[in-house]
T-cell receptor, first 112, second 113 residues
Framework: DSGVTQTPKHLITATGQRVTLRCSPR?????VYWYQQSLDQGLQFLIQ???????AKGNILERFSAQQFPDLHSELNLSSLELGDSALYFCASSARLANEQFFGPGTRLTVL | EDQVTQSPEALRLQEGESSSLNCSYT??????LFWYRQDPGKGPEFLFT???AGEEKEKERLKATLTKKESFLHITAPKPEDSATYLC??????????????FGQGTTLQVKP
């Protein structure tokens, strides 16, 4: 158990819908990261927050957004969902800006 | 462009048969190289961080090494429970002071009893 929690574990929804994925980092960690894992693309970095502020962006679609709250938990919002958004979404956390990251169990999103 | 390539894609070993997994990287200014283990449907589990060429780290049957162009994950006398996908990732200087990880596609290891 990494100490990072993610909810829900599974999410099944329809195209065009909007969903919110939630992540609680390890106790004391200030950085939160979101990654997408699909069979053809592997693990891809989406976005990083550090102590409530956006720190880095990857190839995150405009339909996707995220935020980190004062209690350091984070949410990833996915809207206007497409079939291709079906993937595993992982949250990770680290103590500071750029050291080792610990991953949560993931949310499996299925868009039908 | 920063890139990470892992080989082989898949590896089958008999229990006790030692081998090595390769991670080749092309990055502008390596800030760190990370190894993770991932079981099917689960989140990656952190194994090692390497920062400079010549560095080595060990954990049970695993040993990670780093050169200026690649890293190896050596598995000595593997057991069936070592079966998993092993992921290599780098933090590049081009990403500034951020934690962005660039992952390879992984090597899926199967150890047969």
């Amino acid at each position: 158990d990494s100490g990072v929690t993610q909810t829900p574990k599974h999410l099944i929804t329809a195209t065009g819908q909007r969903v919110t994925l939630r992540c609680s980092p390890r106790s004391g960690d200030l950085s939160v990261y979101w990654y997408q894992q699909s069979l053809d693309q592997g693990l891809q970095f989406l976005i990083q927050y550090y102590n409530g502020e956006e720190r880095a962006k990857g190839n995150i679609l405009e339909r996707f957004s995220a935020q980190q709250f004062p209690d350091l938990h984070s949410e990833l919002n996915l809207s206007s969902l497409e079939l291709g958004d079906s993937a595993l979404y992982f949250c990770a956390s680290s103590a500071r800006l750029a050291n080792e990251q610990f991953f949560g169990p993931g949310t499996r999103l299925t868009v039908l | 462009e920063d890139q990470v390539t892992q080989s082989p894609e898949a590896l089958r070993l008999q229990e006790g048969e030692s081998s090595s997994l390769n991670c080749s990287y092309t990055v502008s200014g390596l800030r760190g190289l990370f190894w993770y283990r991932q079981d099917p449907g689960k989140g990656p589990e952190f194994l090692f961080t390497l920062y400079s060429a010549g560095e080595e780290k060990e954990k049970e049957r695993l040993k990670a090494t780093l050169t200026k162009k690649e890293s190896f994950l050596h598995i000595t006398a593997p057991k069936p429970e070592d079966s998993a996908t092993y992921l290599c990732a780098v933090q590049a200087g081009t990403t500034g002071n951020t934690g962005k990880l660039i992952f390879g596609q992984g090597t899926t290891l199967q150890v047969k009893p």
